[in-house]
C-alpha cells in the first residue's frame, strides 16, 4: 500500500494556478525527486502536504488516513517531518533546544509535571535531551550542541535542520532543497548523508531539488513539474531522454552535463 | 567556547556576575526577611513606608515576570496588561467586601484562608479575560497585536469607569488591606517559581518556538494556537493575582490605578529587564519601583531623571539589563546536590553502625 497518496491536487492563488491535478503515490522506502522549474509549483506542493496550505481540490492520504484539512502540527505528529527552502532554525536558541523543540511528543507530561517539576517531568526530560542528542549525533553535530543555532556554518545549519526533522520520528521526510548553496564537496557528503538516513531509518523521502546531478544520482523516480502540472513521471534515465522534459527545462542542463 | 574566545574576557566577568546573582539575591531577600520579621518581636526595624515600597516592589515583580511570558518567551507583543490587572483587582476586592463574616472561623484564620482565595479567583477572573481576548487576536501579529492589546485594556477601564458594580470613577474603596509583606513575597515567588518552571520545561520550549520562527515551529508539531492562547491565559492569571494584591495593599482602586500608563510601566520593566529574562524582569521590577523613591531628593527634577535614566540605558543595552540570560542555578543546584549527598552520607553512616561523631 502506497504510503502517501495524492488525488488531482489543485490550489490556485488569485488567477495563478499554482498546482493543478497534481497526483501523486509513494510506496514506503521509496526515494522520489519532484523537479521542475522556477514557479512550477514544487514548494507549494510540500507546502499543501504539510498543511500550511489548504487545497481547494483533491485529497491527501498520508498511512491509509485522510489528512486533507488537518492543521500542520498535527500532520507533523502523523509522521510527515520537513526542511525548509530556506532555512528556518530557530536562530537564537541552542542547538540542542532546535532539536528538542521537534521532540515535542517524544516524551510528554502534563503541566502540573512541569510546575512541581515530578519525577516524571525529569525522566521525560532525560529522554528528550537523550533522543535530540542521539539526532544530532547522526550528523556529527553533538559537540556543538551548545551552540547558538545562528552561529553555524551554512553547511551545518542545513544538517540541523534536517536533525530536528528526524527528531519527530517521521515515516516521510520531505527535503525542500536540501542541497541549495552547498559546494560540489558537500553536495556529495549530502548525497551519502541521504542515502545513509533512507538506510538506518527505513525513511520514505520526497525531495525538491535543482541540482540534477545529485536528484539523478539519488532518486529511483522523478517527478517533473512545470506550471502546476505534471509533465512526466519516471526513472531518471526516462526522464533524461523526456523531450517535453528537456524542453521545459532541462534542455541545457544535459548538454551541460555532457560537456 | 568559540564566542568567548572571540570576544575574550569580558563574557567571562558576565558569566561569573550571572552565578553569584543567585546566591546574592537570596541572602538579601533572606536578610530583608529576618529585618521585617523582628516587628513581631517587638523592635520595628522597616518602617511602613520601605515596607510599602518591598510590596509593590513583589506586586510588579508578578505583574513583570507574568507579561514575560507573554512578551518575552513567546514573542506576542501585548502591552493590556494592566487590563488583565485591573479585573482581578475588581473581582477580588469586590468578593472581599462582600463575602461578609464567617462566624465559624475566627477573624485572622477567615483571612487567612479568606485572602488566597480571593486573589485565586480574582486571577481566574483575569484568565477567562485573557482566554476571551487572546481567541480572537491571535492571528495579529507584531503591531498589530499590540494595538489590539492596547484596546482592550482601555474597554478594561471604560467598562469599570461605567458600571455601577465597580462604583465608576468614584472606584471602590475600604478594601482590607489584608495584603502584608509575607503574602506579597509569597505570591511574587510563586510566580517566579512557577512561570521558571513552565519557560523551562517542553511547554516553553513550545512558546520559545512560536517567538522563534512560528511556521518552523508549527511544522515540528508545535501547536502555536493551543501554546498562543495558553500564554496569554497564564499571563493574565497572575496578572489578575497582582491586581487583587495591589487592591488589597492600596485599599483603594479606581479606574485611573489602570490606565495606559500603568500597562507602559509593566512592559517598561519587561524590556529594562531584557524581553525573555526572567531574572531580568524581577530585577527590573524592583529598580524601577524603587528609582522613584530614592530620586524623591531631587524634589521636581525627579522623573526628569528618572526618564533620562531609562533613555541612557536603552541606548547602551537596547536588549534589555540581561538579553535573555538568566541566573545561574548552578550553585543552588550545587548546594541541593551536596546537602542530599550529606543526608545520604549520614544515613549510610548511620546504617554501617560507624556512628555519628560529627
Given at each position: 500500500?502506497?504510503?502517501?497518496?495524492?488525488?488531482?491536487?489543485?490550489?490556485?492563488?488569485?488567477?495563478?494556478?499554482?498546482?493543478?491535478?497534481?497526483?501523486?503515490?509513494?510506496?514506503?522506502?521509496?526515494?522520489?525527486?519532484?523537479?521542475?522549474?522556477?514557479?512550477?509549483?514544487?514548494?507549494?506542493?510540500?507546502?499543501?502536504?504539510?498543511?500550511?496550505?489548504?487545497?481547494?481540490?483533491?485529497?491527501?492520504?498520508?498511512?491509509?488516513?485522510?489528512?486533507?484539512?488537518?492543521?500542520?502540527?498535527?500532520?507533523?505528529?502523523?509522521?510527515?517531518?520537513?526542511?525548509?527552502?530556506?532555512?528556518?532554525?530557530?536562530?537564537?536558541?541552542?542547538?540542542?533546544?532546535?532539536?528538542?523543540?521537534?521532540?515535542?511528543?517524544?516524551?510528554?507530561?502534563?503541566?502540573?509535571?512541569?510546575?512541581?517539576?515530578?519525577?516524571?517531568?525529569?525522566?521525560?526530560?532525560?529522554?528528550?535531551?537523550?533522543?535530540?542528542?542521539?539526532?544530532?549525533?547522526?550528523?556529527?553535530?553533538?559537540?556543538?550542541?551548545?551552540?547558538?543555532?545562528?552561529?553555524?556554518?551554512?553547511?551545518?545549519?542545513?544538517?540541523?535542520?534536517?536533525?530536528?526533522?528526524?527528531?519527530?520520528?517521521?515515516?516521510?521526510?520531505?527535503?525542500?532543497?536540501?542541497?541549495?548553496?552547498?559546494?560540489?564537496?558537500?553536495?556529495?557528503?549530502?548525497?551519502?548523508?541521504?542515502?545513509?538516513?533512507?538506510?538506518?531509518?527505513?525513511?520514505?523521502?520526497?525531495?525538491?531539488?535543482?541540482?540534477?546531478?545529485?536528484?539523478?544520482?539519488?532518486?529511483?523516480?522523478?517527478?517533473?513539474?512545470?506550471?502546476?502540472?505534471?509533465?512526466?513521471?519516471?526513472?531518471?534515465?526516462?526522464?533524461?531522454?523526456?523531450?517535453?522534459?528537456?524542453?521545459?527545462?532541462?534542455?541545457?542542463?544535459?548538454?551541460?552535463?555532457?560537456? | 567556547?568559540?564566542?568567548?574566545?572571540?570576544?575574550?574576557?569580558?563574557?567571562?566577568?558576565a558569566?561569573?556576575?550571572r552565578?553569584?546573582?543567585?546566591?546574592?539575591?537570596?541572602?538579601?531577600?533572606?536578610?530583608?526577611?529576618?529585618?521585617?520579621?523582628?516587628?513581631?518581636?517587638?523592635?520595628?526595624?522597616?518602617?511602613?513606608?520601605?515596607?510599602?515600597?518591598?510590596?509593590?516592589?513583589?506586586?510588579?515583580?508578578?505583574?513583570?515576570?507574568?507579561?514575560?511570558?507573554?512578551?518575552?518567551?513567546?514573542?506576542?507583543?501585548?502591552?493590556?496588561?494592566?487590563?488583565?490587572?485591573?479585573?482581578?483587582?475588581?473581582?477580588?476586592?469586590?468578593?472581599?467586601?462582600?463575602?461578609?463574616?464567617?462566624?465559624?472561623?475566627?477573624?485572622?484564620?477567615?483571612?487567612?484562608?479568606?485572602?488566597?482565595?480571593?486573589?485565586?479567583?480574582?486571577?481566574?477572573?483575569?484568565?477567562?479575560?485573557?482566554?476571551?481576548?487572546?481567541?480572537?487576536?491571535?492571528?495579529?501579529?507584531?503591531?498589530?497585536?499590540?494595538?489590539?492589546?492596547?484596546?482592550?485594556?482601555?474597554?478594561?477601564?471604560?467598562?469599570?469607569?461605567?458600571?455601577?458594580?465597580?462604583?465608576?470613577?468614584?472606584?471602590?474603596?475600604?478594601?482590607?488591606?489584608?495584603?502584608?509583606?509575607?503574602?506579597?513575597?509569597?505570591?511574587?515567588?510563586?510566580?517566579?517559581?512557577?512561570?521558571?518552571?513552565?519557560?523551562?520545561?517542553?511547554?516553553?520550549?513550545?512558546?520559545?518556538?512560536?517567538?522563534?520562527?512560528?511556521?518552523?515551529?508549527?511544522?515540528?508539531?508545535?501547536?502555536?494556537?493551543?501554546?498562543?492562547?495558553?500564554?496569554?491565559?497564564?499571563?493574565?492569571?497572575?496578572?489578575?493575582?497582582?491586581?487583587?494584591?495591589?487592591?488589597?495593599?492600596?485599599?483603594?482602586?479606581?479606574?485611573?490605578?489602570?490606565?495606559?500608563?500603568?500597562?507602559?510601566?509593566?512592559?517598561?520593566?519587561?524590556?529594562?529587564?531584557g524581553?525573555g529574562s526572567?531574572t531580568g524582569?524581577?530585577?527590573?521590577?524592583?529598580?524601577?519601583?524603587?528609582?522613584?523613591?530614592?530620586?524623591?531628593?531631587?524634589?521636581?527634577?525627579?522623573?526628569?531623571?528618572?526618564?533620562?535614566?531609562?533613555?541612557?540605558?536603552?541606548?547602551?543595552?537596547?536588549?534589555?539589563?540581561f538579553g535573555r540570560a538568566e541566573a545561574d542555578?548552578?550553585?543552588?543546584?550545587?548546594?541541593?546536590?551536596?546537602?542530599?549527598?550529606?543526608?545520604?552520607?549520614?544515613?549510610?553512616?548511620?546504617?554501617?553502625?560507624?556512628?555519628?561523631?560529627?
Amino acid at each position: 500500500m502506497a504510503l502517501l497518496k495524492v488525488e488531482n491536487l489543485s490550489l490556485a492563488f488569485g488567477g495563478l494556478r499554482a498546482v493543478s491535478g497534481f497526483n501523486l503515490e509513494i510506496k514506503p522506502g521509496e526515494l522520489v525527486g519532484l523537479i521542475g522549474p522556477n514557479g512550477a509549483g514544487k514548494t507549494t506542493v510540500f507546502n499543501i502536504l504539510t498543511g500550511f496550505y489548504q487545497p481547494q481540490e483533491g485529497r491527501i492520504f498520508f498511512d491509509g488516513t485522510d489528512i486533507t484539512g488537518l492543521s500542520c502540527y498535527k500532520i507533523n505528529r502523523l509522521g510527515i517531518g520537513r526542511t525548509f527552502q530556506n532555512i528556518r532554525l530557530f536562530n537564537e536558541l541552542t542547538v540542542l533546544d532546535n532539536v528538542k523543540i521537534a521532540c515535542q511528543y517524544a516524551g510528554r507530561y502534563s503541566w502540573r509535571d512541569a510546575i512541581f517539576r515530578t519525577k516524571s517531568f525529569y525522566r521525560y526530560e532525560q529522554e528528550i535531551t537523550d533522543w535530540a542528542l542521539s539526532r544530532l549525533e547522526i550528523f556529527n553535530l553533538a559537540h556543538k550542541a551548545g551552540e547558538i543555532a545562528k552561529n553555524l556554518p551554512y553547511g551545518e545549519q542545513r544538517q540541523l535542520e534536517i536533525a530536528r526533522a528526524l527528531a519527530g520520528r517521521p515515516k516521510l521526510l520531505l527535503l525542500d532543497e536540501p542541497a541549495a548553496g552547498m559546494n560540489p564537496q558537500e553536495t556529495v557528503e549530502l548525497l551519502e548523508l541521504i542515502r545513509r538516513l533512507r538506510r538506518d531509518f527505513s525513511l520514505t523521502i520526497l525531495l525538491i531539488e535543482h541540482d540534477m546531478s545529485l536528484v539523478m544520482k539519488l532518486c529511483e523516480r522523478i517527478l517533473v513539474l512545470d506550471y502546476g502540472k505534471t509533465i512526466a513521471e519516471g526513472s531518471p534515465e526516462e526522464i533524461r531522454n523526456n523531450p517535453r522534459v528537456i524542453e521545459a527545462y532541462l534542455g541545457e542542463e544535459v548538454s551541460d552535463a555532457d560537456r | 567556547m568559540e564566542t568567548q574566545a572571540i570576544t575574550g574576557e569580558k563574557p567571562k566577568a558576565a558569566e561569573k556576575w550571572r552565578r553569584h546573582l543567585l546566591p546574592v539575591g537570596l541572602s538579601f531577600l533572606l536578610l530583608l526577611n529576618i529585618l521585617v520579621f523582628m516587628e513581631h518581636l517587638g523592635l520595628e526595624i522597616v518602617s511602613r513606608y520601605y515596607k510599602g515600597i518591598l510590596i509593590l516592589s513583589f506586586i510588579n515583580i508578578v505583574l513583570a515576570v507574568s507579561l514575560n511570558l507573554i512578551n518575552g518567551a513567546t514573542g506576542l507583543f501585548s502591552i493590556g496588561h494592566a487590563g488583565f490587572m485591573a479585573v482581578g483587582a475588581y473581582v477580588s476586592a469586590l468578593l472581599s467586601l462582600n463575602m461578609g463574616r464567617w462566624g465559624f472561623l475566627s477573624p485572622q484564620l477567615q483571612t487567612f484562608i479568606q485572602f488566597p482565595l480571593v486573589l485565586f479567583l480574582g486571577g481566574l477572573a483575569a484568565a477567562l479575560a485573557g482566554l476571551v481576548i487572546g481567541i480572537p487576536t491571535l492571528r495579529l501579529r507584531g503591531d498589530y497585536l499590540a494595538i489590539a492589546t492596547l484596546g482592550f485594556g482601555e474597554i478594561i477601564r471604560v467598562v469599570a469607569l461605567n458600571l455601577n458594580i465597580t462604583r465608576g470613577a468614584r472606584g471602590i474603596t475600604s478594601i482590607p488591606n489584608h495584603t502584608n509583606f509575607w503574602w506579597a513575597q509569597l505570591f511574587a515567588v510563586l510566580t517566579v517559581v512557577i512561570i521558571w518552571n513552565i519557560v523551562h520545561s517542553n511547554h516553553g520550549r513550545a512558546m520559545v518556538a512560536i517567538r522563534e520562527d512560528e511556521i518552523a515551529a508549527e511544522a515540528m508539531g508545535v501547536n502555536t494556537t493551543y501554546y498562543k492562547v495558553l500564554a496569554f491565559t497564564i499571563g493574565a492569571f497572575f496578572a489578575g493575582v497582582a491586581g487583587g494584591l495591589f487592591a488589597h495593599h492600596l485599599s483603594y482602586i479606581s479606574p485611573k490605578s489602570f490606565d495606559v500608563l500603568k500597562s507602559i510601566e509593566i512592559l517598561l520593566m519587561v524590556v529594562l529587564g531584557g524581553l525573555g529574562s526572567i531574572t531580568g524582569s524581577v530585577i527590573a521590577a524592583v529598580v524601577l519601583t524603587a528609582l522613584p523613591e530614592v530620586l524623591r531628593f531631587l524634589q521636581d527634577y525627579r522623573m526628569v531623571i528618572y526618564a533620562g535614566a531609562l533613555i541612557i540605558l536603552m541606548n547602551f543595552r537596547p536588549q534589555g539589563l540581561f538579553g535573555r540570560a538568566e541566573a545561574d542555578l548552578a550553585v543552588l543546584k550545587a548546594l541541593l546536590k551536596s546537602r542530599a549527598g550529606e543526608i545520604v552520607k549520614s544515613r549510610s553512616e548511620k546504617r554501617g553502625g560507624n556512628g555519628g561523631s560529627a
